[in-house]
């Protein structure tokens, strides 16, 4: 949020990618008094054609809501995110999605990563790992992800009314619902992970992460699942939503 010059690094890794045929959607939820990263964004557009943007006036500080924007409108075969403080490598489009191109079976990739900021080294973990391992920390960041658009039909778009661990619980439920068998694990880093003082990671106490963790330690997917099968656009949530956690508690009978 309001990150020009990091953004532009991260824009840049895409730009930079040996597969080309990809597309750039950036989902802008900047207050209209901060304009440099909607700038940003504009001289982008006009270099690559393959770059769009979505504007909005009121920053909602909830990522989940962003993404599945941004999922209503993707129009090709795969996806992936990136934070705007983050980078990609210029193999990961290439490297994630061959494995996928050779078989149709596998349903989405995931790499190693790489931090580097404030903190600095080799982000790996146990192949080997279990459900109960998955549910005790997350160790698989939304960047180190890639998945067949297809996925949308099986899980669901991510949960708006979790305003941090929202892509901890997206893992959670990728596993739940989908094989580690269809997900094909690359052992080498393929993306950056900024460390810095402005990152969210550092927010995550006034947003609830305590309340959050119980709520996803209390969910039953079997019967919960079908609220999350519902495109954004079509569930009538606009970004002026500022307070899209109300209620959750009840929500899941807490």
């Excluded at 990150?3 to 895409?14: D, K």
């Excluded at 900047?30 to 920053?59: G, Q, W």
């Excluded at 609220?227 to 500022?242: D, M, V």
Aim: charged residues 30%; contains cysteine.
């Amino acid at each position: 949020y309001n990150r020009p010059e990091l953004m532009r690094e991260a824009i840049e890794s895409v730009i930079k990618q040996t597969y080309k045929d990809w597309e750039l959607l950036i989902m802008d939820y900047s207050e209209p008094d901060r304009d440099n990263t909607k700038s940003v964004c504009r001289e982008y557009m006009l270099k690559d054609n393959r770059i769009k943007a979505v504007f909005h006036e009121v920053n909602i500080n909830n990522i989940a809501l962003c993404w599945n924007e941004a999922l209503d409108l993707i129009r090709g075969d795969y996806w992936c995110l990136l934070d705007d403080d983050n980078r990609k490598h210029p193999d990961y489009i290439k490297k994630m999605i061959a494995p996928l191109e050779a078989d149709t079976a596998k349903i989405g990739s995931i790499c190693f990563m790489t931090h580097f900021g404030t903190t600095v080294g080799n982000h790996t973990f146990d192949l080997n790992f279990d459900m109960a391992r998955l549910k005790a920390g997350n160790f698989i960041d939304s960047g180190m992800i890639l998945l067949r658009k297809s996925v949308l039909d099986r899980i669901g778009y991510f949960d708006e009314r979790m305003v941090t661990l929202d892509d901890w619980e997206y893992v959670i439920r990728l596993f739940t619902y989908c094989s580690k068998t269809e997900i094909c694990f690359i052992p080498e880093s393929l993306c950056d992970y900024r460390w810095h003082q402005s990152k969210r990671m550092y927010q995550s106490g006034a947003l609830g992460i305590q309340e959050h963790g119980r709520i996803l330690a209390a969910k039953q997917y079997p019967e919960k699942l079908k609220i999350f099968l519902i495109p954004h656009k079509e569930r009538g949530i606009t970004q002026s939503q500022k307070d899209v956690y109300s209620g959750v508690k009840e929500a899941l009978g807490l």
